[in-house]
């Protein structure tokens, strides 16, 4: 696959932004979860946010040799386990696509998060190898009880990866520390990056 920043591929309930940090392919996959919400995710300002400083999540992973794949959905308000079958297909694409066998990053923003949790979870729970080093949940959200116990049914949480939790001070958080192996909470970036400088950087070091 050649490094083209304009790069999409179509899922079903989605759409993912592919770039890679070189010419070489997709070598280290992170895959990361846009916030779900009503209507159809706008890529073209979330990839903007992402790609805003050298200090932006984007730049800086890619700095690192990450190849950033951005997985946008045609209905955010759609049913969990729907986001949760675009994320499965992306992970999919991107196992296929993927040169060597580094494991991958996954992640998400918001409700897209939980997207990523239940998609691996269910993936495990299938016995089928999603191939995830590292699950990340920025400003995450718990899912409704009724969402808690279709779950349930299939482990509430993926085991294999680690898990990291990180948060804006001031965004509600009813995730619970115990659940992840480490957490980080940092104010508001004041430049309005997405995603504050100091938490892409503990990210980062947190990854191979």
């Given amino acids: 696959m050649a490094s083209d920043a304009n790069q999409e591929w179509k899922l079903d309930g989605g759409t993912a932004w592919i770039r890679p940090s070189s010419d070489k392919g997709l070598v280290k996959p992170l895959v990361l979860a846009s916030k779900a919400g ?3 995710t706008d890529l073209a300002a979330l990839r903007a946010r992402l790609y805003s400083t050298p200090d932006s999540f ?15 959905f045609n209905d955010g308000a759609a049913p969990l386990a729907d986001l949760a079958d675009t994320v499965t297909e992306a992970l999919r694409r991107t196992a296929a696509e993927q040169t060597g066998d580094a494991p991958l990053t996954v992640g998400g923003i918001a409700r897209g998060a939980l997207a990523v949790r239940y998609a691996l979870a269910e993936m495990e729970h299938r016995q089928e190898n999603h191939r995830t080093g590292t699950y990340f949940s920025f400003n995450g959200t718990a899912p ?22 990180l948060t804006i001070g001031d965004v509600p958080d009813d995730l619970s520390d115990d659940d992840f192996d ?13 995603i504050p400088g100091a938490q892409v950087t503990w990210l980062l070091n947190h990854l191979a």
């Fill in 38 to 40: 009503p209507g159809e």
């Fill in 58 to 72: 984007g730049e800086a992973a890619r700095a690192r040799g990450h190849d950033l794949i951005l997985v946008g």
């Fill in 144 to 165: 409704s009880p009724e969402e808690n116990t279709e779950s349930a049914v299939r482990g509430s949480w993926p085991q294999l990866p680690q898990k990291l939790k």
């Fill in 182 to 194: 480490d957490t980080t909470t940092s104010p508001a970036d004041p430049e309005g990056l997405l």
